[in-house]
């Protein structure tokens, strides 16, 4: 299983996450990943050193992915913002159209197994955390300066609100529970955003 001659780096690293993201960090060995990325041990650490900067790499292409998406889902440009809310969520706890069961999000699946205990990988769990509070952030604020919000509104404690019961979404995506249930906690947060100020509505 030698490197092939036309080796595409990246390509490797996004089969590298697609493992980690099914597995987890300590439960993927190396081998696992040679037979993946179809490299030998030897390969494998010449071109990435070792497990931990590949599961870093991974990380670091999970979020980037991921940040588009989020921004990209939660644009309020052309739609009211509890509808690019409510659509977003529902996104992040629907269950794949194959069937296959839900693997949840890698970065949370990633805080959950590492905690604190890896400095390097709480820096990127804890900086893809911000990257979905301030899209968030400012999806409310322009909410809010456009009349659909309460002028009132704290977004930055809104935006905490909501990202919190996303984390607690995704975990009960993860364990299976019921679409219906998640939807019921995701109209009634967004209920919680309060009613449509009268001169908007």
Request: hydrophobic share 35%; glycine share 6%.
């Amino acid at each position: 299983m030698a490197r092939p001659r036309q080796f595409d780096e990246k390509n490797a690293v996004t089969s590298a996450t697609d493992l980690f993201w099914r597995r987890g960090y300590h439960a993927t060995s190396v081998r696992d990943l040679g037979d993946e990325l179809k490299l030998t041990p030897s390969s494998l650490y010449r071109t990435f050193t070792d497990k931990h900067t590949l599961f870093l790499r991974a990380l670091d292409h999970y979020r980037a992915t991921e940040s588009v998406q989020a921004r990209q889902r939660l644009d309020t440009t052309d739609r009211p913002v509890r509808e690019a809310l409510r659509e977003w969520m529902l996104w992040l706890v629907t269950c794949p159209a194959d069937g296959k069961p839900s693997r949840g999000c890698f970065v949370v699946n990633t805080a959950t197994e590492l905690g604190t205990t890896d400095e390097k990988v709480q820096q990127r769990t804890e900086a893809a955390f911000e990257v979905t509070r301030q899209a968030l952030r400012s999806a409310l604020a322009e909410g809010r300066d456009r009349g659909e919000l309460s002028e009132d509104l704290d977004a930055d404690a809104a935006a905490e609100l909501l990202f919190t019961t996303v984390l607690g979404l995704r975990v009960r995506e993860r364990a299976g529970h019921d679409l219906k249930r998640l939807t019921t906690a995701i109209d009634f947060v967004i209920r919680g955003l309060g009613p449509t100020p009268p001169e908007s509505a």
